[in-house]
């Protein structure tokens, strides 16, 4: 018997009583442990986008061990177990606000941190390894290389694209030493995660021969839920009978929050009758509370930061999600995670980029995109929702229909089993291949 409750034996598989040769179709294959590599893995108590938090609750929930190496910015490492699955936290500070140097040696430190404290799961079967940043890559392949635990990759945002793009990364070398490391992590691993289709085609074009699957971001549809406004809350932010405009998520460069702040000062001239929540934290915070200032914007209010019961409380205030991106091209691939909570909530979906989600919030006729040259096309495409309340419920059904058929929690982690499923195949077919015994 495990001593611990984050131990358990359990089996994806049935494993056969007797035949020393398992059958690949019913077999165990290998697989009774999983290693999961994630430099930001964060739970609902702290806030932040929490998808591998929810990935090695479903493999918990199949009777796999779990195991995250992660890091915190808190003095010493720590352990806990976290409703059944044993998370590491490795003392490798990180913030949003680091310039680009700190960061670079935030990530380094702790791929090698992280490879040092997987050589104490060598019983693993499997390694999880979750990007942003790349170097967690670096982690996997010395993981694989010593231990011999293959590893899934998964791709949450194209690096070193984005930084080159955006002009964070200009030396020739370097360049090419990261798109070196970038297609190294991609050939060595077992198969690769994609988070949204367009980053599934940009992988596909470097390493053709790869299998690559496509696991969007999640939406809770538990957590979140369409709700009327409570007076209360509305009291408490200051919005009582205001259209509400909400941005909730990270405050950094990429963001490209000034647009957020341009649309404030539109709506502001033109008197419409909307108010903007900008909830969260980063290293563009003060700069915006600056610039808010200095436009003299009486419809906008800054949140601190928020766990994940925090956000919710401010999304029940709104009635729409804005997604924002500074205008680069690479950024228009990713998965933001605000985006599927909006989706669970039964907001309306105000987006300023385009790519996949503009295609589809426009086909499903839950949202609108607006010129992020242009913050008065902002004012435009607003009003027929605040002029007709018919028209934005339907907006917002269609929303939250896309989040039950398409993005569910439920439904995106029975997908990602499925994975692991199909990884545990390949392992055992590999080992079969080999001669050795699984």
């Known amino acids: 018997m495990p001593s611990s409750p984050c131990v358990t034996w359990r089996f994806f598989f049935a494993h056969p009583p007797s035949p020393p040769r398992p059958n690949p179709a019913n077999a165990f294959l290998c697989i009774v442990k ?89 019983d693993a079967g499997l390694c999880y390894t979750i990007s942003t940043p790349l170097t967690t890559g670096l982690a996997a392949m010395m993981v ?137 934290d980063g290293a563009m915070l003060q700069k915006l509370i600056d610039y808010a200032k200095q436009l003299k914007l009486d419809n906008l209010t800054f949140i601190p930061f928020q766990n994940r019961a925090g956000v919710r409380e401010v999304m029940q205030v709104a009635d729409a999600n804005f997604i924002c991106y500074e205008r680069f091209r690479i950024l228009e691939t990713g998965s933001p995670n605000k985006y599927f909570d909006g989706l669970a909530a039964g907001k309306l979906t105000v987006i300023n980029f385009g790519g996949w989600i503009r295609e589809e919030v426009e086909h499903e006729s839950c949202g609108v995109y607006t010129d992020p040259k242009h913050p008065e096309d902002f004012v435009a495409k607003i009003k027929p929702f605040i002029e007709d309340k018919q028209l934005l419920k339907n907006y917002q059904s269609n929303g939250r229909r896309l989040a039950e058929t398409k993005y569910s929690r439920s439904m995106l982690c029975g997908r990602y089993q499925d994975i692991v499923k199909s990884a545990a195949h390949q392992i055992f077919s590999r080992s079969r291949q080999r001669g050795v015994s699984v």
């Not at 949003?96 to 050589?119: D, E, T």
């Not at 990429?254 to 033109?270: E, K, T, V």
């Open 144 to 280: 694989r290389r010593r231990y011999k635990i293959p590893y899934i990759f998964e791709v949450g945002d194209l690096w070193p694209d984005a930084p080159v793009e955006m002009g964070f990364i200009r030396n020739p070398l370097l360049k090419r030493l990261l798109f070196r490391l970038e297609k190294a992590v991609y050939n060595k691993s077992l198969s690769l995660v994609a988070l949204s289709p367009a980053i599934r085609d940009s992988i596909g074009k470097k390493v053709p021969e790869k299998i690559i699957h496509v696991l969007p971001n999640m939406a809770d549809t538990d957590f979140f839920q369409p709700a009327k406004k409570d007076p209360e809350r509305e009291r408490k932010y200051g919005v009582e009978g205001k259209f509400v405009v909400a941005y909730t998520g990270a405050v950094g460069v990429a963001n490209g929050l000034f647009y957020f702040l341009d649309c404030a000062a539109a709506s502001q001239r033109q008197g419409l009758n909307v108010h903007f929540l900008l909830c969260g």
């Open 34 to 122: 999983v290693l999961i590599i994630h430099q930001h893995f964060r739970d609902p108590r702290r806030g932040g986008a929490i998808r591998s938090y929810y990935l090695a609750k479903a493999l918990v929930e199949n009777g796999v061990e779990t195991v995250v190496i992660t890091a915190h910015n808190e003095p010493g490492y720590r352990k806990e177990c976290l409703e059944g699955v044993a998370v590491h936290y490795l003392a490798v500070p990180y913030d949003n606000r680091f310039g680009f140097v700190k960061r670079i040696l935030s990530f380094l430190k702790f791929a090698y941190q992280s490879f040092r404290l997987a050589g104490s799961h060598q």
